[in-house]
């Protein structure tokens, strides 16, 4: 799965349904016609003793009334477990059945000794009432004779069951109770007489739902035509644990099986699933209704949260891989023409993957389906992908460069995991990064081979591994294996953890074992496991053998998965030189936290590492007498380490191009030397080395490491530099400098600056739409920038193209659209607000819609502002899928927004939690979104106190990060404005 665009389970709905009966059945007693009655106290005493007994016998008879067998009931562990699996649920709970009585199975997880091979679902749909009709049949065998199993099943209604033998269902074992632990979303069957592990058997289930209306499980969705007509479509998204509600199975990544689908459907639909069909007919229980049947070819074993499929009205265009994979994009009819892109990409991408691995692709086709309503970017379902529509259309003459690459990446993302969690899964969500770490980063390598000109890998730095360390440096990050266990802990680990440092981590490995050995590697790799399960552990146990056993990965990647964070490497050189033809350096690494200056006012969550919190680190550097073409690398294991080099030498760079997940100090000197070779000449730098530079310097200031006016006067440099990814890593940190600064006495003076820095790079990239794809993206942020600054001169230009469009219909080329777009609105009025807002209405281009509600957030006036957050509230305006980008960028819009947005979210909580319901990831993404830039001690204390007594599920770990952030930026704000004040009343006198 794509995490949800940076800009981009209701688990405990059960548990507060449990508490609401049980507060029924106190109040009950309320309303009974009772008499009131004497005693004695001698009869009230014997009273009281026998219920007391009586009660007491209750309890025992219940506790053992259920299954025995190796059960673990109350808290017990059951032997078949490991040690250290973790997830127990806690001895003080006691799991509570629906129907009041205890439930047997106390642990999260299934129990093993029952494994499903097959499944045959049947399906209806009723896109009209909503309603679904299922009947599922699991085959399943047993290592142990049992008396019971247990599945998963989440707010779907049981109409029949039974266990019969897979071979003769004319043999029926009998269930003697089921039980539905619904704040478990676990049932078990118990039935009369023991199941033998000799036979194989049969659990046929039938069962009713509703099609969801949040963007999880089987659930609706819609689009509107040209002429108006709002059409349905029912789709599934199942990533992690939401194919329990769709329909009764074992939800967990280690019980793969195999899937044969039939779906019910009227005949102007058509119905998709995994496998291609083999048959459609009518069905003989709904004649004269209409309904067809679609029988589909059974599937590969997989996980069932890889299970998909969809009943829609859509077309498709199609193409074939060179090995003979039909491939289809599926879209509504009017967005058809924008699918061409995707196709081709998706084509010639599954060809280079099914080469790199060399792995063929296993399935007979692979499907792409648009989706308007999804929550997150994609997912990657086996042969039948689901995306967001921004994700997967293209419209050459309306979408620009930036979301044109999004649709390549995206893509790219989830055809690798076709491969890296579709033919080879994590046993458990503790390795989610296996997944998601390995398509971040072969999408990259995907998009560069059918892109080549696009320098993928060089943004490769900012988008993963600078991403990657932004959260990683908070106490508030975890490991990158991380124990989880209900859906609720789940969910929180599809962050930048996961994907972005789990990418970076990858890329650091293919820079010291090789290219070639890595490929090696994950062949060997994805043919041990293929339609199997794989840990951690697996993966560097093949790697190390591709290396010939001379790199022991295992050793060095285990201090990087199994404890949170990244070393700061401090570099220095020694006065004194070892020999009469060297100099020595030193580097010291110890863990680096933003917010290690205020540890006493930060809730650290962390726990002591194995490690100590030191690495293995691949240390590479060149310095001013070689080139970022001749690197060396010392190897720090986990140890402070000492090395010489050429006397001549004036400076040296660590950590080329940034390939490694840690950040660099440097001595004074060496900080001097580096910035004043930036000043003298900074080509001599790599453009990654440029943007490592910028983002180191300006990180380690924001951890109160370096004094303000180091990045400051590295920043200088700047007024040369033409590259976009040295200068994508400044606009990211001086936008966030002007967020935190915005309610300080240097806020002006700071923008003063910026507009004296980009005034020159504005004029360099112009007007004109032309030029590389990098010269096309750096273009549009420079423009953009320097409107939000208030550079004059662009903005006249930009505000003069805005009036040609609104009055005169003129063209606006797609890659100037934002830069235009922005300063009609911002330096607009009602108006042109209006004017926008009609644009995104009738706009059926989904990378158009997405750039008119981003910059309609950012008008200057709070009226327009307020009313935008309104719209949020009525979905037929605004998606739920979108409502955070908009938040968020109400939010960006200095501390106005930031109030209107955080006043916005505390009075429509509770309707936010019914939208997306408190399991998701967005619940926590819009509490970041709109919290974490505020940089006030009061605006701390409103944030706490709010969310002092409100459980936000999953979001739990964003409010922590975004709590923590938040008292970082009051601490670099209260520590450093003066010292920006001083910097830039100094820098402006020495101008004139």
Known sequence: MVEPEVEDVAFLTAINHYRDNQDMLHKSGIYEHTAVTACSRRTALIMTSATLFLMFLCSVIIAYAGPQNDCPCIGEKPIFLPDDDGVNRSRSVIPIATNGDIFPWNNVRLPTFARPYSYHIRIHPNLTNLDVKGQVLINFRLTRDTDYIVFHSKNLTIVEKRVVNANNHEIIYEVSRMLEYSAGQQMLLEFEESLSAEHNYTLIIKYTTRLSRELEGFYLSSYTTSNGERRYLATTHFEPTYARSAFPCFDEPQFKARFRMSILRNRFHIALFNMPIKESVDDGLYMGVGLMRDDFEESVEMSTYLVAFVVCDYQYVHAQTSQGVAVRVYAPPELLSQTSFALNTATKVMDHYTEFFGVPYPLPKQDLIAIPDFGAGAMENWGLITYRETSILYDENETSAAAHQWVAVVVAHELAHQWFGNLVTMRWWNDLWLNEGFASFLEYRGVEHVMPGWSMMAQFVLDKTQQGLKLDALSTSHPISVSVHDPVEIEAIFDSISYSKGAALLYMLEKFLGLKTLRSGLNDYLNTHKYSNAETEDLWTVLSKHANETVQVKLIMDTWTHQMGFPMIKISRENSSSSNNAVSFTAMQSRFLLTSEIANMVKNRAEPSPY??????????????????????????????????????????????????????????????????????????????????????????????????????????????????????????????????????????????????????????????????????????ILASAILCGIEDVVKEAKNKFDEWMYENKRIPPNMREVIYLAGVRHGDVKEWNFCWDKYNQSHVPSERKLLLKVLGTSNDPWLLQRYLSTTLDSSKIKAQDVKMVLGVVASQGSQGQLLAWRHLKANWNHLQTLFGNGTFTMGGLITAVTSHFATEYDFKEVSDFFRNIDVGSGTRALEQSMEMIQLNVHWVNNNEAQIYDWLTKNEKSKH
Not at 626 to 647: A, C, G, I, K, L
Not at 712 to 730: G, H, I, N
Request: aromatic residues 16%.
């Open 612 to 781: 100590g919190y030191k690495w293995f680190v691949p240390l590479s550097f060149y310095t001013d007498i070689t080139s970022y073409r001749e690197q060396e690398v010392v190897w720090m294991n986990m140890t402070d380490v000492r090395f010489e080099v050429d006397p001549k030498v004036r400076w040296l760079k660590a950590n080329v191009n940034q390939s490694g997940f840690y950040r660099v100090n440097y001595d004074d000197g060496l900080w001097n030397e580096l910035i004043g070779q930036l000043k003298l000449n900074h080509e001599v730098f790599s453009a990654a080395d440029r943007a490592s530079l910028i983002d180191d310097v300006f990180t380690l200031c924001r951890a109160g490491v370096l004094n303000v006016t180091v990045p400051l006067e590295l920043s200088k440099y700047l007024y040369k530099e033409r590259d976009f990814v040295p200068w994508a890593t400044a606009l990211d940190h001086f936008q966030n400098w002007s967020k935190f600064l915005s309610e300080s006495s240097p806020y002006r003076m700071f923008l003063d600056y910026m507009k004296n820095l980009l005034a020159p790079v504005a004029r360099s990239v112009g007007w004109e739409d032309k030029g590389t794809h990098l010269q096309k993206l750096m273009r549009s942020d």
